[in-house]
């Protein structure tokens, strides 16, 4: 996309502008992480102004337009560059700088919510497995939460979050993208040794949930808005 795109940067605006009413962060993430890859290459100064307008309309002008910090970060940091470019004058960088503010409310799941979802292992492909003891859990998740520990967000607390949050955003039994991962899980194992490309959708919405997860804390160490307890986490 970076290398297409260089050739004609001045389609960003409208591409970022058609691709922010997409329903899926995956899709919106890479579109950005592109669009400023484009940026830094090209130096099109025409190009990113424009492209860095429409992005603070869309992600930033009405407060923060998603609960994704990959993405409202890729749209930070093109704004950003554009300031460091001479752009933009006229735009305060507190308007699209962090911390952002907001009024967000953390509901974690118990182990009891959990407990219910034990025996899943193929309803839901190896989503509970992940979530709660697999490397997902073992080593992605605890590498974002570790600057929150000291403000009461645990490991276990946030992959269930994850977990309640894959299934709040669609994902459940024989649909066929659960049909698609037990094929994957069959034909190819769901261990390390299967091909790179063999991934779940699952595990897509799992990093989807985590960096809207990733985007809601610093709301919730600000304003201290927790729905249980520090003992329940």
């Not at 520990?149 to 490991?155: A, F, I, K, S, Y």
């Not at 989807?208 to 610093?218: H, K, N, S």
Request: proline share 4%; net charge negative.
């Amino acid at each position: 996309m970076v290398r297409i795109s260089e050739r004609h940067p001045n389609v960003w605006n409208s591409v970022i502008e058609r691709f922010s009413k997409s329903d899926d962060d995956y899709v919106l993430e890479r579109i950005l992480t592109a669009a400023y890859g484009c940026f830094l290459r090209t130096q099109d100064k025409d190009a990113l102004n424009n492209a860095a307008r429409v992005i603070y309309q869309i992600f930033f002008q009405n407060g923060l337009f998603t609960e994704n910090a990959m993405i409202i970060d890729y749209a930070r940091s093109i704004i950003q560059f554009a300031k460091q470019s001479g752009l933009l004058a006229d735009l305060k960088e507190e308007n699209f700088l962090p911390p952002y503010t907001g009024d967000v409310k953390i509901d974690w799941p118990d182990e009891k919510y959990m407990d219910g979802y034990k025996d899943t292992y193929w309803v839901l492909p190896k989503l509970h497995r992940s979530c709660t003891w697999d490397d997902f859990q073992k080593y992605t998740v605890p590498g974002i939460i570790r600057k929150y520990e000291d403000e009461g967000v645990t490991l276990m607390g946030a992959c269930r979050w994850i977990f309640k949050h894959v299934l709040e955003m669609g994902y459940a039994p024989d649909l066929e993208a659960t049909e698609f991962d037990k094929y994957l899980l069959d034909e190819y194992g769901g261990g390390r040794s299967r091909p790179e490309w063999a991934e779940r959708i699952g595990k897509k919405y799992q990093w989807i949930a985590m960096y809207r997860l990733a985007e809601d804390w610093p709301f919730y160490i600000q304003e201290k808005k927790m729905t249980l307890s520090r003992n329940h986490l």
